[in-house]
């Protein structure tokens, strides 16, 4: 979890890779609707991510087995609603300043989630409180060793074929 640019989807499936396990990135569950708004430099609303939520959590509900799933996750009551659909739920949460975050999404290119928006992920942002259990990992190194770092603090086993 984290806002928009923070490396999720990169390290999301890096580390699902790793594992072997299946992945879903959560912006391929937004409605049309949501993309137009997002594209438009419209911040979501509660209302706008309420169905989302439910369609991830609905995913995370059919995997029979372990999975990684990269949401923004800004909100705890967000949070809650992915638990109640996967009470096991393990969270990342990739925490990063906003001058650098900015400075990736000024860089990215080909992705609807235009560099305007990030006041309003920041604005909406809820850090883990210490009961969620989450995982707190600094986005201020290299994507290899976030990931070996998010592997060896949860300690996951390597994925078939990795020793």
């Known amino acids: 979890m984290g806002v928009s640019g923070s490396g999720k989807t990169t390290i999301g499936a890096m580390l ?4 072997g396990w299946k992945y879903a990135e959560a912006d391929d569950f937004h409605p049309p609707a949501n993309v137009e708004k997002m594209h438009a430099g419209t911040p979501l609303t509660d209302e706008d991510r309420w ?12 995997q029979t087995g372990p999975a990684v799933v990269t949401c923004s996750a800004l909100k705890r009551r967000y949070r ?3 638990r109640e659909s996967r009470p096991d739920l393990r969270l990342v949460y ?6 650098l975050i ?3 999404l ?8 235009p560099k305007q928006l990030l006041n309003s992920q920041f604005a909406d942002l809820e850090p883990p409180a ?6 707190g990992i600094s986005i201020d190194q290299p994507i290899e060793a976030i990931v070996e770092e998010i592997h060896r603090r949860l300690g996951l086993p390597d994925g078939p074929g990795r020793q």
């Open 16 to 19: 699902a890779g790793r594992l």
């Open 51 to 62: 169905p989302w939520l439910r369609a991830i959590g609905a995913w995370m509900h059919e």
């Open 80 to 82: 809650d609603v992915l």
């Open 94 to 99: 990739l925490d990063g300043s906003k001058e």
């Open 102 to 104: 900015g400075a990736r």
């Open 106 to 113: 000024a860089a990215r290119h080909g992705h609807f989630f």
């Open 130 to 135: 210490p009961d969620e259990g989450a995982l």
